[in-house]
T-cell receptor, first 113, second 117 residues
Framework: RKEVEQDPGPFNVPEGATVAFNCTYSNSASQSFFWYRQDCRKEPKLLMSVYSSGNEDGRFTAQLNRASQYISLLIRDSKLSDSATYLCVVTAYDGGSQGNLIFGKGTKLSVKP | ETGVTQSPTHLIKTRGQQVTLRCSSQSGHNTVSWYQQALGQGPQFIFQYYREEENGRGNFPPRFSGLQFPNYSSELNVNALELDDSALYLC????????????????FGPGTRLLVL
């Protein structure tokens, strides 16, 4: 089982649509959770951290369910500029490691006019 | 921009050769992590350096090695290149007050695209 699993998509949605991405992780010791965005042939950029209480940043809402080891990202009112690959990321610190980032394969989103 | 720079931007090598990739971390950052991203995959952790010492390593063979310098810039060296080493190599810098800080945001450089023929 992969450490972080995501639906690869692609998700093709019209402008203005609401789209949700899901992610599951296998290591219950995971401590920090993030969504990164990666544009074609560019580096990943932090979109938002994910907290147990859930958090919102404008049109973006992230949720974490530690019991189910499940993370979600909701994008409301999709814009053309939201087209990118969204990477689910977790870290784990077990006393011996260093909190390296563990990435899913990413979910590709394409927003159409 | 994150302030993390990498060189070169692109590189073509042949099997068996050796390559050195460079990364300059963001000002004030003491930790550098290296990742390999193959086409269609998420980045995979290679290793991390904290204050010039290796601070963890992913599932990569010993022919992948690295260094961190007193100014916290870093190098990734790959010996005996194989075709499967073709990928985007990303470095990420962060600032940690403790050795293992999973909560610190990592800022990525633009990457080096390596093609092995």
């Amino acid at each position: 089982r992969k450490e972080v699993e995501q639906d690869p998509g692609p998700f093709n949605v019209p402008e203005g649509a609401t789209v949700a991405f899901n992610c599951t992780y296998s290591n219950s010791a995971s401590q920090s959770f993030f969504w990164y965005r990666q544009d074609c042939r560019k580096e990943p950029k932090l979109l938002m951290s994910v907290y147990s209480s859930g958090n919102e940043d404008g049109r973006f809402t992230a949720q974490l369910n530690r019991a189910s080891q499940y993370i979600s990202l909701l994008i409301r009112d999709s814009k053309l500029s939201d087209s990118a690959t969204y990477l689910c990321v977790v870290t784990a610190y077990d006393g011996g490691s260093q909190g390296n980032l563990i990435f899913g394969k990413g979910t590709k989103l394409s927003v159409k006019p | 921009e994150t302030g993390v720079t990498q060189s070169p931007t692109h590189l073509i090598k042949t099997r068996g050769q050796q390559v050195t990739l460079r990364c300059s971390s963001q000002s004030g950052h003491n930790t550098v992590s290296w990742y390999q991203q193959a086409l269609g995959q998420g980045p995979q952790f290679i290793f991390q350096y904290y204050r010039e010492e290796e601070n963890g390593r992913g599932n990569f063979p010993p022919r992948f090695s690295g260094l961190q310098f007193p100014n916290y810039s870093s190098e990734l060296n790959v010996n005996a290149l194989e075709l499967d080493d073709s990928a985007l190599y990303l470095c990420a810098s962060s600032s940690s007050r403790v050795r293992a800080a999973s909560w610190e945001t990592q800022y990525f450089g633009p990457g080096t695209r390596l093609l092995v023929l």
